[in-house]
């Protein structure tokens, strides 16, 4: 029964997460925020990563009743991500690593978030729609590997998110992406064209209405391409815009449509965590996996 | 800077990170004339007992390469490929409890230090119990945007290591 702690820190939450088969047995996390109108810079997210990591690791050992004779790896986010956060995270887990003579395990963070989501939900084989800050990917396992169907050309739907909350300056906490729903659930217009002004007054929601329905129905339309493609009769959503409850309604009518069935996950595992990465490394630690500490370099393509 | 590890299995009783060394920065004594020498200016130490020191010099051009490889313990560390004319040379020497321990710093710190080598070159040597770092590059700037972090880098193994302790009969894999 391996036990795995897995780190993760490529964006700004960090966490700390044990897994032992199957179960998840810690999960603490903290997240980086800055004020509205800003947003988050790598140097000051690896420093607020260097501040709490060596906490949360006592943290999830204390919650997960272990110690570290009981861990049997240590996974960390290899990569991508950004590269001083990614580094913090990753000084830490090849010293753990050492100090408790275990093997390292660099994992890839995008299966992480795949790996917890098919966990947690049960989907056995999954068109996957993993939306974030960092990513948007239409993936499907074909072939003894997972294979990117389609992607975005330029910036994540999660950026596009947090820029835009950005230029109106709506808090980032705990997320932008959770005020911007919020909002949007007041919107009673959808207007066509992102301009509305009543009379001396101006009004947003409508605009952020406007910016779900658009993005979310180009995001469920490739989704949809992929599942025809691949004949697949599941849909799983991981990453933390898949928190956004009209994101996973769109998704859900469209697989009623098709008759397929959709998974998705809450914000503990939406959401960037350790346990994904405990999660990804025990699948690759039971495959026989292992990242000797001179190839256990960060990437952050 | 000293790191001072938790021993067998025993955590430290106070927080030596708030302690106020001063850790002494020395200038390289350069081996010819016309060497120009900076000094590294003092200040506050965060890191406990003892003392960094850090040495920069600007290089002389030399004939030929030394062997590749950094100098193991016993050698004042070599380095793999000489400077060339007018480039810059920082070393720090870290000073630890045991050369395991600067050697599993040294483990953590090396796999990412690769990352900008077009700019700056940074080499990695243990040298009895002491982490030896040594930065060479066109520009002092360059070398002073890459000492920071590593700073910060080697500050949280120092932590680490003293937050979780060397348990008994470690042995490196």
């Known amino acids: 029964m391996p036990a795995v702690l897995g780190f993760e820190g490529s964006a700004n939450k960090i966490g700390v997460g044990v897994v032992r088969d199957g179960k998840v047995l810690a999960n603490p996390r903290r997240t980086y925020v800055t004020p509205p109108g800003t947003g988050f810079l790598p140097g000051d997210t690896a420093r607020h990563h260097r501040a709490v990591i060596l906490d949360l690791l006592q943290e999830a050992l204390t919650e997960a009743g272990l110690t570290s004779e009981d861990i049997d790896c240590i996974a960390y986010t290899k990569g991508p991500g950004m590269g001083a956060p990614l580094v913090s995270v990753a000084v830490v887990a090849r010293t753990v690593a050492q100090l408790w003579n275990k093997p390292l395990l660099g994992v890839n963070h995008c299966i992480g978030h795949i790996e917890m989501g098919r966990l947690i939900t049960g989907a056995t084989n999954p068109t996957v729609l993993y939306v974030s800050g960092g990513n948007t990917q239409v993936i499907a396992y074909s072939e003894h590997r997972y294979r990117i169907f389609g992607e975005t050309i330029d910036i994540a739907v999660g950026n596009c998110l947090d820029r835009f909350a950005r230029v109106l300056k709506i808090s980032n906490d705990p997320s932008p992406g959770y005020n911007i729903e919020q909002m949007a659930k007041r919107g009673k217009k959808l207007v066509e064209l992102p301009y509305t002004v009543k009379g001396m007054d101006v009004s947003f929601s409508g605009i952020l209405s406007f910016i779900e329905e658009t993005v979310f129905a180009m995001l469920v339309e490739i989704t949809e391409r992929a599942m025809a493609h691949c004949g697949s009769q599941e849909a799983l959503i991981v990453g933390g815009v898949g928190c956004n409850v009209r994101l996973q309604e769109m998704m859900e009518t469209m697989c009623q449509e098709r008759g397929a069935r959709l998974y998705a996950t809450d914000e503990r595992f939406c959401i960037d965590n350790g346990a994904m990465i405990a999660q990804a490394g025990w699948e690759m630690f039971q495959a026989g996996h292992r990242t000797p500490l001179s190839e256990s370099g960060i990437t952050q393509r | ?173």
């Open chain 2, 1 to 173: 800077m000293q790191a001072s590890g938790g021993g067998a299995g025993g955590a430290e009783g106070r927080d030596d990170q708030r302690s106020s060394r001063t850790p002494a920065c020395q200038s390289g004594s350069g081996s010819a004339e016309g060497e120009d020498v900076h000094q590294a200016p003092e200040g506050r130490g965060v890191f406990g007992r003892g003392r960094a020191v850090m040495e920069a010099a600007v290089a002389r051009p030399q004939g030929e390469r030394a062997p590749d490889g950094l100098g193991s313990a016993g050698d004042v560390a070599p380095l793999a490929v000489r400077p060339r004319r007018g480039e810059v040379v920082l070393t720090l020497r870290v000073p630890f409890q045991s050369a395991l321990e600067a050697d599993m710093a040294r483990r953590s710190l090396l796999p990412d230090a690769q990352r900008h080598q077009g700019l700056i070159r940074k080499e990695f040597a243990v040298n009895g119990s002491d982490l030896l770092v040594r930065w060479t590059a066109e520009e002092l700037a360059f070398i002073r945007l890459s000492l920071n972090p590593f700073l910060d880098q080697l500050s949280l193994v120092i932590r680490n290591i003293r937050s979780l302790g060397i348990p008994p009969r470690q042995s490196l894999s």
